[in-house]
């Protein structure tokens, strides 16, 4: 084990999006023994900050679903995956004819800038993108769709997001990845994004070996992660398909699943 990288709602954190001491204790030790610890997330830097010093986040993140990676502590950028506008308006306009009352945001510049569709921020809550509504504003669609993206939102003010979701596949269209966090909305990326595509790239910019990774999430956006990691850990309650494509279940994020896992593999070192 050379690198630990971790989701982080739902399976770092616990269920008051907090870095328990036990988790603390098990990160320390295993950067104290020369491993990386990567949050590899949804969030961006701003949802990052808010935990940093909890967990002592302080080197590399992968965030947007691995559409770019952040060195915290000097604001380096190793890579960016950028959806570019003409996808944007192509997704929006279609998927839009089929369920009407959609609302979009974009995510640019590396995570710092937030683009949100006017009536965006009245159906947002702090949590969703660990930023205050009252801040976001709102422009028309076609500023939102103007510019490329890191990460391009979708939510509907009652539809659930899986359904938002199957009929986004259903369009048949291509040029980029959608997929879900557990997050009130439909998270898009550019083609071929996903978790498992940004570690492989973070990994080999530090030279470490798949074989030598062992990934821990809960939600269909760490499928990929866990099937690329040499040893992939889904955590307590996470639906079928994470659990399929992991090689291990833990507990759940509030029984400290990723600590019990760092502990005991740390022991077998």
Excluded at 75 to 92: D, M, Y
Excluded at 94 to 102: E, F, N, Q, T, W
Aim: with cysteine; net charge negative.
């Amino acid at each position: 084990m050379r690198l630990i990288a971790t989701d982080l709602d739902g399976t770092l954190l616990d269920s008051s999006s907090s870095v328990t001491p036990r988790t603390r204790r098990a990160l320390d030790a295993a950067r104290k023994s020369g491993i990386h610890v990567v949050p590899v997330t949804a969030r961006q830097p701003i949802g990052l900050r808010a935990i940093a010093a909890e967990a002592d986040f302080r080197d590399w993140a992968l965030c947007s679903n691995g559409a770019y990676a952040t060195h915290l502590a000097d604001g380096r950028l190793l890579f960016a995956e950028e959806l570019a506008a003409e996808t944007l308006r192509a997704l929006a306009t279609a998927l839009s004819a089929r369920i009407p009352d959609l609302l979009f945001a974009s995510v640019r510049d590396a995570g710092e800038t937030f683009v949100a569709q006017q009536g965006y921020a009245a159906i947002a809550d702090h949590s969703d993108h660990k930023r205050d509504p009252e801040s976001m504003g709102g422009v028309p669609l076609d500023e939102v769709l103007g510019a490329p993206s890191v990460k391009f939102v979708v939510r509907h003010p009652d539809l659930a997001p899986p359904a938002v979701f199957e009929a986004l596949r259903a369009l048949g269209l291509t040029g980029f990845e959608a997929t879900l966090s557990g997050a009130p909305f439909v998270e898009v990326m550019a083609e071929g994004v996903t978790k498992a595509t940004g570690l492989a790239r973070l990994c080999a910019h530090l030279d470490i070996d798949r074989a030598d990774v062992v990934a821990f999430g809960d939600a269909l956006n760490d499928v990929e992660m866990l099937r690329w990691a040499g040893r992939g850990v889904a955590m307590g309650g996470a639906g079928e398909a994470v659990r399929s494509a992991a090689d291990e279940q833990t507990v759940s994020n509030d029984d400290d699943g990723v600590a019990r896992v760092i502990e005991r593999m740390l022991a077998e070192r």
